[in-house]
């Protein structure tokens, strides 16, 4: 059995986002039935509905940045109850039983984890994302927000700040270690709240100076332009961890330049086109270059405690459903500061 929801959805790739409805199951045995609140806008969003990433699934409704309430569950769910303030990210299933599920990494769970949106579930079902009125999800897939979160504000961390997190921790983002940020739009503006919170030395790299009175008010020491040439030559050999979050071209050899020996540069901003890379960039001093894809669920509440604990959230732009195709043109633009969120009321 199915229970019809309102929903926003695009038609066709690149068609202009409408109302719709979908059909959410009925609770299961393990299932969490949430009434959402809050719904972020990621870039990946647009990057889907376009199908700037490959052919996509249509009807779409996106949308992986989500919080809510928990309004029914299922008899074997032990973690909720109705009235928990909860989120859902990027994931919704994985197999749970391979090497990296099993490590607490089901996003790179070795089945492929079926994606909030704009993927097919192992019952053969189409997911559908968070611009809808409820979604319902495995308890294992959902995270409790705390309450020093509000929930409009924690929304975008279901993505962007687990995508930064992630990388943040595994390459050791602490006190002693200097990072460089490559762009200041949804994902950076986290990164460098969170690298900041870690302890760690924060530069923002950006192609002007438009953004830096806010990189150093989010706790950057450092804001440096890239269209200036000068930028790469100051600073080479400085950082230890380079985190790109933009998905627009880089010129990724004169980045690698600002490693020191062993440094990373990691990039969870995918662009839309193959990238060539002189592996000559790399050579100079056992650098390292690397992506990185959300984080496990262990990881994602790990992530929204710790944004909790140091008063960490994103700066959004709460909007209606009526303004989400503008708000796509203005994702792309870079007109945001620096996180759209949907009131799903607004449904």
């Not at 059909?23 to 972020?40: C, H, K, P, S, Y």
């Not at 079926?114 to 959902?142: C, K, L, M, S």
């Not at 929204?304 to 959004?316: K, W």
Request: proline content about 5%; glycine content about 12%.
């Amino acid at each position: 059995m199915t229970t019809t929801v309102p929903a926003y959805a695009a038609p066709a790739a690149k068609a202009p986002l409408g109302p719709a409805t979908i059909e959410r199951r009925d609770v299961r045995e393990l299932d969490v039935r949430i009434a959402i609140t809050f719904v972020g806008i990621c870039h990946s969003d647009v990057h889907q509905a376009r199908e700037g990433w490959g052919t996509a699934l249509f009807p779409m409704v996106p949308g992986h940045e989500i919080t809510g309430i928990v309004t029914e569950t299922g008899p074997g769910v032990t973690a909720y109850r109705p009235g928990d303030r909860v989120g859902v990210g990027c994931m919704v299933e994985s197999c749970r039983v391979c090497e990296n599920c099993r490590a607490g990494l089901e996003q790179y769970c070795a089945e492929g984890p079926v994606w909030t949106y704009n993927a097919v579930g192992r019952d053969g079902q189409r997911t559908y994302g968070g611009y809808a009125q409820e979604i319902v999800v495995d308890e294992h897939f959902v995270v409790r927000i705390p309450d020093a979160l509000p929930l409009e504000t924690a929304a975008p961390l279901l993505c962007a700040g687990i995508t930064t997190y992630s990388p943040l921790r595994h390459w050791n983002a602490g006190p002693g270690r200097r990072v460089a940020v490559v762009g200041l739009g949804g994902l950076g503006h986290v990164a460098v709240r969170i690298g900041h919170a870690l302890g760690a030395e924060v530069t923002v790299l950006s192609r002007s100076l438009r953004k830096k009175d806010d990189g150093l008010r989010l706790g950057a020491v450092d804001y440096r332009a890239t269209a200036d040439p000068e930028t790469f030559e100051e600073l080479a050999g400085r950082f230890d961890l380079v985190l790109n979050t933009v998905s627009a071209p880089l010129d990724f050899a004169a980045h690698l330049g600002l490693l020191r020996t062993d440094g990373a540069l990691v990039s969870v901003g995918l662009p839309e086109q193959p990238v060539l890379l002189d592996l000559r960039a790399l050579n100079g001093g056992r650098r390292s270059l690397s992506t990185s894809s959300i984080g496990g669920i262990a990881e994602t509440q790990e992530m929204l405690d710790f944004c909790a604990a140091h008063g960490v959230a994103a700066e959004v732009e709460l909007i209606g459903v009526d303004r989400i195709n503008e708000a796509y043109d203005r994702v792309v633009a870079g007109d945001v500061r620096f996180r759209f969120v949907i009131d799903t009321a607004t449904l």
